[in-house]
């Protein structure tokens, strides 16, 4: 595979190449884990339980005094595991104590996906159904008694943990059960946290950053390679990408990979050219990079060892980044400590704040988490003293002790989380919706209402990155975080505290039987060799693939779905084109909730997908230019919650390329709240499909016209829709567009996208809008006119617009909530606004779509912030 040779002598290169080594972290805490894996198991036990009390208590008032000891033993046993943690050092009865919580809470779990699935499964045939026929009552006893038999060995094996807890003196958190927090908590605890810079902090290298700076721009018109070099957590990255933000604008082309252990070369090169916007015909088979020696590119490379540095560029190329000095090293620690703080610190915190950033040794990254453990603690002199104790002297060991505690030193609730990110690839982008979706089907979180699982779930990322755990990758424009990424020392930290207890591991760690008849969660993301003579992981939750040995996840898939029936989640992404073909034997896999497909499937989804009963989420996405073929009955799965289909083409059309001959499709999912149709060639959405009153977000690309005349009178049966995207309208040859187009009377509707849509429609916008984005929109001046009626409206997008002349803002007090405006290649001369509007702006992000001048009143460009050319 390929550049282009013509697109090389073209343009001029600037790419950042972090290489990701192999850390060893001493494993001096094997153990330390284990409660991180009771949390998770007990949450999901607890949950279960509870849905059950609550749906089916009534009828199953044989079984509420079982179900009711599950949920209050295990709150129980949840309320231990800090007081024991604590203990664990001293005390081998508190680890072992540790270790049997999560034994138990493991088999509860079991017991709960064993049995409650057919008790519900009768109790859900109705009275009358169920007594009708005597071998239901029958079924149902048998069921109902082995599972109070399996209750009662559980109950021995509790009371067995109780005399050891009181034994080695372990005593309750009396935290551990509060309440959850309600919505506007949640938010509280958050508004600093949006409106917070993201940014790292750089300190002491501003020598270096000129330097590298100097390098890249030189006038030497060769093509050149710099080495940044230096020990694990000294800042290489961060350096790296805040030259790489100043000076790729000076370059054609632009780009940043990270470079793990096993690298594979056609992912790197196909992420490189989608950066660069290279089109898929062009990329071709055989490796050619930089083949002009004149077009003055250059690569940045990131390495732990000098070594490695030399032989890519030679002597010359290197630049050492060193440890901070004591001066340098009290600035970033006390300006990081003041991020999140008004308060000036007491003379005597500052003297113990310092004598903790000595012991940091001048290395950046222990100075970042020792500042995450001291902002999560209160600020006195007690709690400081305790972080400063627990800190040996020396850089390495130090470092290895604050990525302990920092773990350690997490709530209960957040350390599974944390955990996750070992899952993913090293460096990995990891996306806020991709957790939202495997935490909530894991029941890693505890729920209390649909409303609130996203606040939940962002709320909980947002405390591991206020203590600096994760690191965020890329915000929306509200502040909320989109996706984060995670240091590499983090992550080898969190891959050895999952696999020492079996939180998850890696496929090619599967070769004992012992580890596969106990593993919840596997990922394979490693390009290592796994051996296929493993044990069946009957016990498993969840798989993930990103790339790796994929070839052996789906052998295994086709030998042993039917024994996989405790998997709930599946997700496989495999970049780069590479066919492949899902074994028919997927559909056995009757406890799936979550499937998530980002891959080029040359054979289709297999026709039995339509068969699974407890899938949730569905979301199928085409890699290549190719849709993939899926069955039309999928749209008949009445229990599926979440639909996302990208690229693809039902098994039932004829030609869907042809314009004149598209199809209607009925969606017939009473349950949906989520539908993402995008690229879905050759059909249309019938009125019968908007019958549904669940659904809360619509994403249609691929706009036909007859849907769009659907969704002008469809807003009784849409009423609780919350986020709308359209576009582009595609009106084909039928001669037929609709003159308006009403959304006026969708009251719920909060986000609206809209693409390529004509302000001739006539178009009636949603009363209460809080965020609208209009893009490739001919004539955007009349459509801001509509804008002015929105008096909610909070962020404003424009992009790729044209045929502006002056963007008026007019009228007094005009947009009076509006606080963000994008203005995104949108070809207009001046931003024209009353002194009185857009009272509340305070960001404006702008992206010039070419060279000429624009004029833009002086009171916002103090809060205007030219965006990257990517």
């Known amino acids: 595979m390929s550049f282009p040779n013509d697109f090389m002598q073209c343009y001029s290169f600037l790419v950042v190449l972090n290489l990701q080594e192999e850390e060893l972290v001493q494993k001096e805490n094997q153990m330390a884990a284990a409660e991180a894996a009771a949390t998770a198991v007990i949450n999901k036990a607890v949950e279960i339980a509870g849905n059950l009390i609550l749906e089916t208590g009534s009828r199953l008032y044989h079984l509420q005094e079982n179900i009711s000891w599950i949920e209050t033993q295990m709150r129980t046993l949840q309320s231990y595991l800090n007081d024991a943690e604590s203990k664990r050092s001293m005390s081998h009865e508190a680890a072992n104590l540790i270790i049997n919580i999560r034994n138990l809470a493991h088999d509860v779990e079991d017991i709960l996906d064993v049995y409650l699935p057919d008790i519900e499964s009768h109790n859900t045939k109705g009275s009358f159904q169920f007594f009708k026929h005597a071998s239901c009552i029958l079924c149902f006893g048998v069921k109902a008694n082995s599972f109070a038999l399996e209750i009662e060995k559980i109950k021995r094996r509790a009371s067995e943990i109780e005399e050891s807890r009181r034994n080695c003196g372990i005593t309750a958190d009396s935290n551990a059960n509060a309440e959850a927090a309600t919505d506007a908590e949640l938010w509280d605890r958050r508004k600093l946290f949006l409106r917070a810079p993201h940014e790292s902090k750089i300190v002491g290298r501003q020598n270096i950053l000129q330097k590298l700076k100097e390098e890249i721009l030189s006038e030497d018109k060769g ?52 950066q660069v916007e290279l089109s898929e015909d062009k990329i071709k088979k055989d490796l050619c990079l930089l083949t002009n020696p004149g077009n003055g590119s250059r690569i940045i490379v990131t390495s732990r060892y000098k070594d490695v540095g030399r032989y890519i560029g030679g002597e010359s190329s290197l630049i050492s980044l060193d440890l901070l000095g004591e001066e340098e090293g009290k600035e970033l620690f006390f300006d990081l400590i003041m991020a999140t703080s008004k308060e000036a610190l007491l003379p005597e915190l500052r003297d113990i704040g310092e004598k903790i950033m000595e012991r940091c040794g001048g290395l950046p990254l222990a100075i970042v988490l020792v500042v995450g453990l001291l902002r999560a603690r209160e600020r006195s002199s007690h709690a400081w003293k305790q972080v400063l104790k627990s800190m040996s002297q020396g850089v390495e060991k130090t470092c290895l002790e604050i990525l302990a505690l920092s773990y350690q030193d997490l709530p209960t609730e957040l350390k599974p989380l944390f955990l996750y990110f070992g899952m993913f690839p090293a460096d990995h982008e990891i996306f806020v919706s991709d957790l939202l979706s495997m ?171 339509s068969s699974m009963k407890n899938l949730l989420t569905l979301e199928v996405t085409s890699t290549t230019s190719h849709p993939i073929h899926i069955p039309g009955s999928i749209l008949k799965m009445k229990q599926l919650q979440h639909l996302s289909l990208r690229n693809i083409k039902f098994d039932s059309s004829s030609s869907i390329f042809k314009s004149i001959n598209i199809e209607g499709v009925e969606i017939a999912l009473p349950n949906l709240k989520t539908l993402d149709f995008a690229k879905v060639y050759g059909y249309y959405i019938t009125p019968n499909s908007f019958k549904n009153s669940s659904l809360r977000k619509l994403r249609i690309l691929r706009l036909y016209w007859q849907t769009l005349k659907v969704l002008s009178k469809a807003t009784q049966s849409l009423h609780n829709l919350e986020v709308l995207k359209l576009g582009p309208p595609f009106l084909g040859e039928m001669g037929s567009s609709p003159s308006r187009v009403d959304l006026s009377r969708y009251q719920y509707l909060a986000k609206l996208h809209l693409q390529w849509f004509p302000s001739s429609w006539q178009i009636q916008l949603p009363p209460n809008l809080m965020q609208i984005t209009l893009e490739h929109t001919p004539n955007i001046g009349d459509f801001v006119k509509l804008l002015k009626r929105l008096s909610r409206l909070e962020i404003i997008k424009l992009k790729y617009c044209y045929g502006v002349g002056n963007l008026e803002f007019l009228g007094e007090h005009s947009l009076p909530q509006v606080q963000v405006l994008v203005l995104w290649d949108v070809d207009f001369d001046e931003l024209i606004v009353d002194e009185t509007g857009l009272p509340k702006l305070y960001k404006i992000i702008y992206k010039p779509v070419d060279n000429r001048p624009r004029i833009i009143p002086e009171r916002f460009q103090k809060i205007m912030v030219v965006a990257d050319e990517r």
């Not at 890696?506 to 106990?518: C, D, G, P, W, Y």
């Open 223 to 274: 093509n050149r390679i710099i080495s940044v070099v230096g020990p694990a957590g000294v800042g290489k990255t961060t350096v790296a990408k805040r030259v790489y933000q100043k000076t790729k604008n000076e370059f054609d082309v632009s780009a940043t990979i990270y470079v793990s252990q096993e690298p594979r070369l056609e992912e790197l090169l196909l992420d490189i050219a989608k």
């Open 439 to 609: 935490w909530i089907m894991e029941k890693l979180i505890k729920i209390d209402g649909p409303r609130m699982q996203e606040s939940i779930v962002e709320a909980n990322i947002d405390k591991l990155i206020s203590r600096n755990l994760i690191q965020v990758s890329t915000t929306r424009l509200d502040g909320r975080v989109r996706s984060v990424r995670i240091h590499d020392l983090l992550h080898s930290l969190c891959i050895q505290l999952a696999e020492d207890n079996n939180f998850f591991c890696t496929l090619n760690k599967l070769k004992t039987v012992s580890t596969a008849a106990i593993v919840r969660r596997i990922t394979c993301n490693s390009n290592e060799h796994a051996d296929e003579n493993f044990g069946v992981p009957k016990k498993v939750r969840s798989l993930l693939c990103l790339g790796g040995s994929h070839e052996v996840l789906l052998n295994l898939l086709k030998r042993n779905a039917s024994d996989l029936k405790f998997l709930r989640n599946l997700i496989i992404e495999i970049e780069g084109g590479k066919a492949i073909r899902l074994p028919n034997e997927i559909a056995k896999l009757s406890g799936l909730s979550y499937l998530k497909l980002t891959v080029y499937l040359a054979s289709g989804i297999p026709s039995g997908i």
